[in-house]
Structure formats: C-alpha cells, structure tokens
C-alpha cells in the first residue's frame, strides 16, 4: 500500500518506467507513490516459521536430509 506522493502532479507510464528511483515506488491513478515496506515484526515472523520448518524437514517430510 503506497504512502505517500513522490511527485505532486501527475505523470504519464512511459515517463513513470524510464524513470529510476532510491525506494521503491508505483504508479497508481498517474501518481507515483512511495511504497510501505511494513512493520519489522513481519520479516521476524518468516524467519521464525522458517526456523519451525527446518529444524522438523525430516519428520514433516516437507525437505529431504542434507
């Protein structure tokens, strides 16, 4: 979900694609917004299921044994 507006006018695509940018951004309705990149307890949450996951690969048959 986009945060706030880089640009204060409109833009068009071709403009908005040949354009770079230092943090990600998209196009919506003409407008380039900045977009959020969420709270840090997410990526926690990854690691930590992540984590769950291969400790019991064997038992869950979700990997094979290295």
């Not at 706030?4 to 354009?19: G, H």
């Not at 977009?35 to 840090?40: E, M, N, Q, V, Y």
Request: aromatic share 12%.
């Amino acid at each position: 979900m986009a945060t706030q507006p880089v640009y204060d006018k409109p833009v068009s695509v071709s403009t908005y694609l040949s354009m770079a940018f230092e943090h990600d951004c998209e196009y919506a309705d003409g407008v380039i917004e900045e977009r959020d990149l969420g709270s840090s307890s997410i990526p926690f949450l990854q690691l930590f299921l992540g984590t769950i996951a291969v400790a019991h690969r064997v038992d869950w048959g979700v990997i094979g044994s290295f």
